[in-house]
């Protein structure tokens, strides 16, 4: 079966843009899970969604949000870019908190 | 969810078995432990995880201390691919976020 796809794969940004990511999660999985990952601070959680519902949320300041529509896809949205966003972000998704978070291949992102 | 510590780097002789430490001395009951691996650039991969009784699948075997307060993933036959950062997470079972440490960055050597 298809895996968690992520797209782009790769983004470069200019500081004070915004971006959107997007997830597809694999066929039937209804949590979305996004990550951070910088090499300063390693795989940061920032928040998860079940059933287009926001369930828990990470320590990141409101310029990082997110949604999930009803197909499962979940997008997430960074507004006004600092250079300090660069990171691979990663969706995971999971049939609801049961063995196994699947990764996707995650999303490079570049501000400049 | 508990906090964990693992070795931030071990080498193994390719063919040769690599076994991966985690203490987790905090954990509590209902927590289970989780490993992950991420090969360079690509997201997190599951490996395994179990609760109190050891675990066996077609990548590897946990170990799980009597009183759960360490464990032990074991590779039996490392290969050069398996070169990667390890993570070991305590995640309980109704846990929907995973806390990743440092992790264990194992090399495999020819």
């Known amino acids: 079966k298809a895996g968690v796809t992520q797209t782009p794969r790769y983004l470069i940004k200019t500081r004070g843009q915004q971006v959107t990511l997007s997830c597809s999660p694999i066929s039937g999985h209804r949590s979305v899970s996004w990550y951070q990952q910088t090499p300063g601070q390693g795989l940061q959680f920032l928040f998860e969604?079940?059933?287009?519902?926001?369930?828990n949320k990470g320590n990141f300041p409101g310029r990082f949000s997110g949604r999930q529509f009803s197909n499962s896809r979940s997008e997430m949205n960074v507004s006004t870019l600092e250079l300090g966003d660069s990171a691979l972000y990663l969706c995971?998704?999971?049939?609801?908190?049961?063995?196994?978070?699947?990764f996707g291949s995650g999303t490079r992102l570049t501000v400049v | 969810d508990a906090k964990t510590t693992q070795p931030p780097s071990m080498d193994c002789a390719e063919g040769r078995a690599a076994n991966l430490p985690c203490n987790h001395s905090t954990i509590s009951g209902n927590e289970y432990v989780y490993w992950y691996r991420q090969i360079h650039s690509q997201g997190p991969q599951y490996i395994i995880h179990?609760?109190?009784n050891n675990e066996t699948n077609e990548m590897a075997s946990l170990i799980i201390t009597e009183d759960r307060k360490s464990s032990t993933l074991i590779l039996p036959h490392a290969t050069l691919r398996d070169t990667a950062v390890y993570y070991c997470?305590?995640?309980?079972?109704?846990?929907?976020?995973?806390?990743f440490g440092g992790g264990t960055r194992l090399m495999v050597k020819p």
């Open positions: 179990g609760l109190k």
């Open positions: 995971a998704s999971s049939p609801d908190r049961e063995d196994g978070y699947t």
């Open positions: 997470i305590a995640l309980n079972n109704a846990g929907n976020m995973l806390t």
């Open positions: 969604y079940f059933s287009e519902t926001q369930r």
